[in-house]
């Protein structure tokens, strides 16, 4: 069966502190991959995606992620975190043609950022 | 600007009262997809459209209806809507995968029905 699991349901990091949040997939084919951020009463936003190529790829606001296909994962980082990267966190797997709309979605991770 | 609107963003109901969430895109874009959002289930797919009058169910499409008239509009339908369809709504629209393409999302609507 197709799954994303984000094994942390709440993370607390402290502002300037590095940042690892964890993602792994079960997928029957090669997936594309992406994470997204929900910040509180907003929609979601595309941060980054992997479509093939180069494992390691680089979004917005700073964030990267690094494929890793024999552990089945897609980790996001950050270097130095900022109190408004408090949000939620989804990552997201879905085929590799046609568009977005077949996407599959973790059940998320709720970033705290303390001072 | 690109602009995914959804309308009304609150809405409180009753069992059994017909009820339309507009959902709107000014891109252009082919697919379109309704999700909803529950606390430790993160987003789960109720229809989506890949062009005007082609839709097809998500996961969970029990309960809803969808329909494709127009590009830009992408309405969802609760014919009869129960308390268990209290949640919060997304509309999300997008072109096909490129490297410069992405995905937007509406606002939300959160929707509890009494």
């Known amino acids: 069966a197709q799954s994303v699991t984000q094994p942390d349901i709440h993370i607390t990091v402290s502002e300037g502190a590095s940042l690892e949040l964890r993602c792994n997939y079960s997928?029957?084919?090669?997936?594309?991959l992406f994470w997204y951020v929900q910040s509180p009463g907003q929609g979601l936003q595309l941060l980054l995606k992997?479509?093939?190529?180069?494992?390691l790829v680089q979004g917005i606001k700073g964030f990267e992620a690094e494929f890793k296909r024999s552990q089945s994962s897609f980790n996001l980082r950050k270097p130095s975190v900022h109190w408004s990267d408090a949000a939620e966190y989804f990552c997201?797997?879905?085929?590799?043609?046609?568009?977005?709309?077949?996407?599959?979605f973790g059940a998320g991770t709720r970033l705290a950022v303390h001072p | 600007e690109a602009q995914v609107t959804q309308n009304p963003r609150y809405l409180i109901t009753v069992t059994g009262k017909k009820l339309t969430v507009t959902c709107s895109q000014n891109?252009?874009?082919?697919?379109m997809s309704w999700y909803r959002q529950d606390p430790g289930l993160g987003l789960r797919q109720i229809y989506y459209?890949?062009?005007?009058?082609?839709?097809d169910k998500g996961d969970v499409p029990e309960g809803y209806k969808v329909s494709r008239k127009e590009k830009r509009n992408f309405p969802l339908i609760l014919e009869s809507p129960s308390p268990n369809q209290t949640s919060l709504y997304f509309c999300?629209?997008?072109?096909?995968?490129?490297?410069?393409?992405?995905?937007?999302f509406g606002p939300g609507t959160r929707l509890l029905v009494l």
């Open positions: 999300a629209s997008s072109a096909k995968y490129g490297q410069r393409e992405t995905q937007y």
């Open positions: 997928y029957g084919a090669t997936p594309y």
């Open positions: 992997y479509f093939s190529g180069d494992t």
């Open positions: 997201a797997v879905g085929p590799n043609s046609g568009g977005y709309n077949k996407l599959i």
């Open positions: 891109m252009n874009h082919e697919y």
């Open positions: 459209s890949m062009n005007v009058e082609v839709t």
